[in-house]
């Protein structure tokens, strides 16, 4: 199911949650982590998604969907 069907499923917090998934990934490889605004402003379609956090929003709106189905 591609993100932007996952995005029903938004939650308030979604944003923190997925920042921290998101940034545990990038401070390993010595990345700059991201802001919860910055996810929030992505995945709320005002900010440029990467791939790296289109792939661990979608792998957490499915997860979200298998619960509440």
Do not use: C, P, W
Request: hydrophobic share 40%; net charge positive.
């Amino acid at each position: 199911m591609e993100l932007s069907n996952l995005l029903k499923f938004k939650q308030h917090g979604d944003a923190v949650r997925i920042a921290s998934i998101v940034n545990k990934s990038r401070r390993e490889r010595g990345q700059k982590a991201y802001s919860a605004e910055a996810i929030r402003k992505m995945l709320n379609g005002t900010r440029t998604m990467n791939d790296e956090v289109a792939e661990i929003a979608t792998r957490y709106y499915q997860a979200q969907s298998a619960i509440m189905n």
